[in-house]
């Protein structure tokens, strides 16, 4: 695979999808720990310890399967001001193909690209604009079933919904209206496409808000 996403081939997979980012999308794995773990049921596939990029991995079952795949990256605290840790949850059917046969497989992300300072901060106590982008599948146009978010000012300890705007061209993006107090602000965003496959992405600080 070259790059981010998800294949497999037979029983054989492969999943490359970092959490941990700058604003330039370029991925970080310096000091994040990172938690993978895929089951089917009962039935634990894999959970290991760190990411799987560049990991060629085994143990689809045989036949068609719902799975349930958990990333869970984090830095380690106070190594970082804002995005210390991300989580992501899949739901997805797959089923098996020839050894030779590749086929991706259902796992599509949501990425939030608001403009920030280099500090990671934007103004509190104003309205602001986040993009939301989907990458992977689900990117493709009518693909999408349904995108729910939701916005913390408390660390993710408590969560309000935040509405996803459509403009003319197509592209998404959410308005927020920033507390007057500086804080921190969390996303968190649940996908759901034609075929039934769910992510649920978690931010519990995104970015700072500064006066």
Known sequence: ????????AGTSY?????LLSDGAGHANFSDAKTRFRLTSGSTTVIDIPRDTCGIP??????HKATYHLSI?????????????RVSA???FTSSPTADSQVERLPLSVVRFTPKLSLTSTAKAGTRFTVPVGIQGPAAKKGTVRSLTVKVSYDSGRTWKPATVHTAANGKRYLTLTHPTR????GLKATLVDRGGNTVTETLPS???TVR
């Open 89 to 91: 949850e899949w739901t």
């Open 206 to 208: 995104a970015y700072r």
């Open 1 to 8: 695979m070259g790059g981010p996403g998800a294949v497999r």
């Open 72 to 84: 869970d990256s984090s830095h380690p605290a106070g190594s970082v001001s804002v995005g210390g």
């Open 57 to 62: 991995l085994a143990g689809l079952l045989p």
């Open 14 to 18: 492969a999943v490359c999808i970092p």
């Open 182 to 185: 500086p804080t921190t602000v």
